[in-house]
Nanobody
Framework: QVQLVESGGGLVQAGGSLRLSCAAS????????MGWFRQAPGKEREFVAA????????GYADSVKGRFTISRDNAKNTVYLQMNVLEPEDTAVYYC?????????????????????WGQGTQVTVSS
């Protein structure tokens, strides 16, 4: 069974940057779309960004467009989320997830119901 382990979270001041990493076990990592989601206190989990199996296609939530960049290194079984110009509103637990179905991307990459494997999450706190 695939395991996802996030790292890189922490406390940062507004305007700062962080890079999250998600390491996946197993040999099938290169076959799947990967996504990042987040959940702030008292709020539902929401989509942040997704990257296709090849890294060619990406998608972002409107709230992070132009500030966050998702990428992947299939040789290292790792997906990244570079977060710049962080805002207090970005404070949340960030989760890495694997989308069900090999090679799929399409227009519904932001639908978390289509993701079947989740990491334990990493806390990101942005102070004002």
């Amino acid at each position: 069974q695939v395991q996802l382990v996030e790292s890189g979270g922490g406390l940062v001041q507004a305007g700062g940057s962080l890079r999250l990493s998600c390491a996946a076990s197993g040999r099938t990592f290169p076959l799947y779309t990967m996504g990042w989601f987040r959940q702030a206190p008292g709020k539902e989990r929401e989509f942040v960004a997704a990257v296709s199996w090849s890294g060619t296609n990406t998608g972002y939530a409107d709230s992070v467009k132009g500030r966050f960049t998702i990428s992947r290194d299939n040789a290292k079984n790792t997906v990244y989320l570079q977060m710049n110009v962080l805002e207090p509103e970005d404070t949340a637990v960030y989760y890495c997830s694997r989308r069900a179905g090999q090679f799929s991307f399409g227009s519904s990459y932001g639908n978390q119901e289509e993701y079947d494997t989740w990491g334990q999450g990493t806390q990101v706190t942005v102070s004002s």
